[in-house]
């Protein structure tokens, strides 16, 4: 399974980004799909996951400001970003689960978010 993030980008406090993960086959042969991120210094967290069913679940910290979104057409699942802060500078990782427990990560897409 490949998966391919884009839409990092480098923004000011307060505005918005929207990352998109690109799988090799379509989103509804996994479980579950979510989007990690990794501060220097910092373990990975989970910022937000969704599942086949459209059940979401999110990190207290991004709570009323991200939203993640599955496009089945395009076999991708997107993390919309607003009100971002400086805290949510970090590297971000797409990450997918199939129904058998694997889990398959794509490379992180780097969000700066300047004060």
Known sequence: ??????????????????????GSRSMLGF????????APGNQRELVAAITRAG?????????????????????AVDLQMSSLKPEDT????CSVIDWNGNRYRGQGTQVTVSS
């Open 1 to 22: 399974v490949q998966l391919q993030a884009s839409g990092g980008g480098l923004v000011q406090a307060g505005g918005s980004l929207r990352l998109s993960c690109a």
């Open 31 to 38: 479980n579950e799909m979510g989007w990690y991120r990794q």
């Open 55 to 75: 059940s979401t679940n999110y990190a207290d910290s991004v709570k009323g400001r991200f939203t993640i979104s599955r496009d089945n057409a395009k076999n």
């Open 90 to 93: 970090a590297v971000y990782y």
